[in-house]
């Protein structure tokens, strides 16, 4: 379901969101809420009409009203949020539509948007995604793995400057986070600017013209990285790179890009053959290489998931199928790479989380013991190591891994707030109801749109 723009909607559509607008203007903001969610309910890829919606939602809610008001707005959402959630099983549309009731009410709502990222990524509706992950940053700052998420929706949006921009203020703030460092890698199209030269301009003198070749070049680079990379191009510089191929077939960064940029136009096959070919040279012993490759089969299996006809009888047994095959790959290739870098604790903690995806409990295990060494994997791998024990239902050795790692979290993060709730949920299975409304409670207090805490609080004190 690609997202529509203005000109692609049917006639009826254009004219109810023009009347939208309209009402937005005339700072009619309830009216201009109707129009556009009537419009997205026939059209929700109409992208244009979903951030005009936000737009109302969010003027709408510009007065305010006190913390009275936004409590009782969240506490009010809860039977949505849950409604919502429900929904993305079964009907991404129908959680979407959802979502927004919410937010018509609360457009800072934190547990509306993760249903609004959930189903537009089901739906590849991907700037729908990140307008979404934009509040959520906004309302988690400190939560670095949001602000990954939030850079690589605006890089498939084509918005990779911005995409840059969000991570390298991360990183200034975090210098020495392996993982922030990797993603902004992965993100930026930097290699053509090590091709030839480029040392005064990274110690901060000359200009991209001062260095390069000729005019012609200087206009490629200056393409390569604009904020809004088009389809358009990305098959130039194909062209162009092939093009310079046969008089440097010994140019490795020139293969790497060129592989890079076939995976961005969903030309796998050839892609991977440009990777082989970077493989078989002296820069083959490279885990980012090793990974670009892991992540391009993995977006393969995705291509042809999305390719399957949804109307199909089999289509669910197809998805299934195809997603088991590409979880069996994922856990089959991160083995090789434990294999060969054994000592990084990064590409441990990633066979962990395929371990614990595939329902290997006493594998994950080993993995995140290992992986909790690694500084910046600690939390999350003490995290998951304690969801490994619950599975085993070591409900006390669960406990006691999640309290470690809330010692070790001074911020009250997502990323904490997590914690927390899955403590609560192990005090559950253990029986233990005062401890665990305790710690939903501490959850409640910050944030109570955070998944159902909400309902698990009110429950509780129904009951008394």
């Known amino acids: 379901m690609p997202e529509k723009s203005v000109n692609e909607i ?98 800072a709502n934190s547990a509306a948007h993760r249903i609004v990222v959930e189903a537009a990524t089901a739906l590849a509706l991907p700037q729908t995604a990140a307008l979404s992950l934009e509040v959520l940053v906004k309302n988690s700052p400190k939560d670095k793995h949001l602000a990954i998420q939030f850079a690589n929706s605006l890089a498939e949006t084509g918005e990779v400057g911005r995409a840059e921009k969000v991570l390298s203020e991360f990183l200034r703030a975090h210098p020495n986070d392996v993982e922030l460092a990797q993603a902004l890698k992965n993100i930026s199209a930097k290699r053509t600017m090590d091709e030839g030269g ?163 409990i006493g594998e994950a295990i080993k993995e995140f013991q290992k992986a909790r060494e690694n500084p910046h994997k600690r939390i999350a791998a003490l995290n998951f190591l304690a969801q490994c024990f619950a599975k085993r239902k070591i409900f006390d050795l669960a406990a006691e891994t999640l309290q470690d790692a809330i010692k070790e979290k001074p911020v009250f993060d997502e990323e904490k707030k997590e914690l927390f709730y899955n403590l609560g949920s192990v005090f559950e299975s253990m029986g233990k109801e005062e401890e665990a409304i305790a710690q939903f409670k501490l959850i409640y207090k910050v944030d109570s749109s955070y998944r159902d805490v909400a309902a698990k609080v009110d429950a509780y004190y129904a009951e008394q």
Not at 20 to 40: C, H, S, W
Not at 66 to 84: C, D, E, I, N
Not at 231 to 260: G, H, Q
């Open 10 to 107: 049917s006639r009826d559509l254009r004219a109810l969101f023009t009347k939208g607008n309209d009402a937005l203007l005339r700072e009619n903001f309830d009216y201009a809420r109707d129009l556009f969610n009537q419009v997205l309910a026939r059209e929700p890829a109409f992208f244009e009409c979903r951030k005009a919606l936000r737009a109302a939602q969010q003027c709408k809610a510009g007065g305010g009203g006190g913390l009275f008001k936004k409590v009782w707005s969240r506490a009010s959402a809860s039977p949505l949020v849950a409604k919502g959630q429900i929904a993305l099983r079964k009907d991404p549309v129908e959680a979407l539509a959802i979502a927004e009731q919410i937010l018509n009410g609360d457009p």
């Open 198 to 360: 480029y040392g005064a301009l990274a110690g901060g003198e000359g200009s991209y013209r001062d260095i390069l070749k000729n005019e012609q070049e200087a206009v490629s680079l200056e393409q390569e990285k604009r904020v809004q990379k088009t389809e358009n191009v990305a098959d130039r510089l194909i062209a162009e790179y092939e093009a310079r191929l046969p008089n440097e077939p010994t140019n490795l960064k020139l293969i790497r890009s060129l592989a890079d940029l076939y995976t961005q136009k969903k030309q796998f096959d050839r892609a991977l053959k440009c990777y082989d070919q970077v493989k078989s040279t002296e820069m083959g012993n490279d885990p980012s290489l090793d990974r670009a490759i892991a992540e391009t089969r993995v977006r393969q299996f995705d291509h042809e998931i999305e390719k399957l006809d949804a109307s199909a009888p089999d289509h669910a047994e197809r998805v299934g199928q195809l997603n088991a095959d590409k979880l069996s790959f994922q856990v089959s290739e991160c083995q090789k790479r434990v294999e060969k870098y054994g000592a990084d604790l990064a590409i441990r903690f990633e066979m962990g989380v395929l371990y614990f995806q595939a329902g290997k």
